[in-house]
């Protein structure tokens, strides 16, 4: 059985492996046992990262990297993957941010990436295939196709509402897993930054802000960890992957969940409410098709 919380990616080429690795063992520790990487996480060290963080346990996680040249050879990119993690084979991968329907139908043709990661999937490279995506369309696309086991999109406090309505229904109705992203709208939700460790430099009235672990206290809108981690939660993903670099995050995010308890209507409509006031002025949110909205 899958974790209700998920590993991201946590790899930062200015901290040293063995406490990249640290980190993700005791996110293991607390129980967690889904792990994402890439091959572009920080030119593969994220992958590398993982798969030395999982030595002698790696029968205890389900390992999920990505095929990120989406019109390249499917084959080369996953054994290249799988010598940077060390591993015969990952539980899945999936094509990365495919977000455009041109492109899917592409990957669809006869030879094509779909085609060929099945391939990998017989040869015993990987167990399970699947997409992550931006796009709404290409994910309703992909699952009425049937070509995933796995689909991976943003849910969480402030996405475009069809992931919700539309996509979390409709995979789970397929039976096709669903890993997601964005509970904290990639930190816009908890401080004052424009994306992953991207603090404002100036705000309104000439104060400054900055977030992360040891910034200074936001002066815009926010939400809790609480509060995003329970919203998400209550729409019940198989799995919400969070980056929690640090132990004061992980801690704050693990004690959320275990203080879970489903939210009510009314509290999850006051959430998406300032969630909406918590993300704005700071920037686009690329995970929507209308990355302004």
Known sequence: MASALGIGDVADRNVPIE?????????????????DTAPNYED???????????RGIRDRLFVVSKIDELTSLVEPQIEGSLARLAMRHTDAFVFHNLSNLDVFHALMQPGGGFAQLD?????????????????????????????????MFPVGPFVDPRYVAEILPLARARGVATICFKTFGAGKLLGDVSGYNQPLQLRPRGKLSSGGAGGVQAVLPRLSVEECVHYTLTLDPDVALLGLSFPNEQDEAFAA???FVPLSAERMADVAQRAVDARREKGPCWWNPDPEA
């Open 119 to 151: 391939d990998c999937v017989g040869r015993g490279l990987t167990r399970f295939r699947g997409l992550s995506s931006h796009n709404p369309d290409v994910l309703r696309a992909a699952l009425d196709a049937d070509v995933c086991d796995v689909v």
């Open 19 to 35: 406490q990249c690795a640290a980190t993700i063992r005791r996110a293991v520790d607390a129980g967690l046992n889904v792990i």
């Open 257 to 259: 969940a275990r203080a």
């Open 44 to 54: 593969g060290y994220s992958e590398q990262i993982v798969g030395h963080a999982l």
